[in-house]
């Protein structure tokens, strides 16, 4: 099957943006200045070659252009076989292969929360920052680096996994260790997310509240709420800590439904600063500017 390839001067002609979430399959189109032109939304099918036949009959009504897609999860380098994906039925499986000859076309794919990463840095919170670190905080806890708008993928396709890092700094309030469905213990995820918040409301109180729930009461004045969201902070504070000892990033974007919680963003900047080396440096710290939207316009992105 021979495939035309997109322009080389792709970033001249239209651009197809798709996010393929857990609920939800998203479509864009920019035109050569960015604007969106065309917007769809499907449910995203739960077997796998469905959702690979959802893709590109979106891409069909989208029309010509290049094609960025965005996936939780990464392409092995070595045998472009999908893998980490919370949504299995993606694992294992050529997914960039299946999808480029569903669609008849090469296609560009990319980590959602690179994705992410990219379009903040782009004309996000994070635009005309050299050095972006973009940390998704939903479920679990994603992430992305962009440097001079480049997406800082490495070596293994395993840069900016900040939520399987370790807890650092840990305290007796952190210990022992929790489980990491990634099979390791005191992943960064199992404690700043919003699994984290609940697993460790539940841990601290022996209740098992969800999220929002946990949140509400925070803002009630429950100090069981509050000291959770505290807990919370102060975690996440020392993860930016150690990720500013390593890279010191020009500005740090916070997106995901947590990066609602205001107080969680704002408050955080100087309780950063005790962690760094010189104990003084306050990071800037923003709310991502394209909320959930960010992913399909970073997969958009992906031919420039
Ligand atoms: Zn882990």
Not at 71 to 88: H, I
Not at 141 to 155: C, E, P, T
Not at 226 to 235: E, F, K, S, T
Request: charged share 20%; hydrophobic share 40%.
């Amino acid at each position: 099957m021979t495939m035309p390839m997109p322009a080389a001067d792709a970033k001249a002609s239209r651009r197809i943006g798709i996010d393929i979430g857990g609920t939800k399959i998203d479509a864009i189109v920019f035109d050569p200045a960015d604007r969106i032109i065309f917007e769809k939304r499907l449910d995203t099918p739960k077997d796998y070659h469905e959702m690979v036949r959802a893709v590109a009959a979106l891409v069909r009504d989208a029309g010509a252009g290049p094609v960025g897609v965005g996936a939780p999860g990464s392409g092995q380098p070595e045998t472009g076989l999908w893998r980490n994906s919370p949504f299995v039925s993606s694992n294992g499986k050529p997914l960039q292969r299946d999808l480029e000859a569903a669609i008849g076309q090469p296609i560009r794919i990319e980590n959602d929360a690179n994705c992410f990463a990219l379009s903040e840095a782009a004309d996000g919170a994070g635009a005309g920052f050299g050095t972006v670190a973009f940390f998704t905080l939903g479920t679990g806890l994603g992430g992305g680096l962009v440097v001079d708008g480049k997406v800082i993928r490495g070596a293994h396709a395993e840069a900016a996994e900040f939520g399987h890092t370790s807890l650092p700094w840990m305290t007796a309030q952190d210990w022992p260790p929790v489980p990491c469905p990634c099979g390791k213990a005191g992943c960064a995820e199992m404690y700043v997310s919003g699994t984290g918040l609940e697993g460790d409301f539940r841990r601290v109180t022996g209740e098992d509240l969800r999220g929002p729930e946990i949140i509400a009461r925070a803002r009630a004045g429950d100090p069981k709420g509050i000291a959770a969201i505290q807990r919370l902070q102060a975690r996440f504070a020392r993860i930016c800590a150690q990720m500013l000892n390593i890279v010191d990033p020009d500005i740090f974007v916070m997106g995901g439904g947590l990066s609602s919680l205001t107080e969680l963003v704002e408050d955080l900047p100087p309780l950063v600063a005790p962690f760094t080396f010189s104990g003084t440096a306050v990071p800037k710290i923003a709310r991502a500017k394209w909320g959930g939207n960010s992913g399909v316009r970073g997969a958009a992105r992906l031919w420039g």
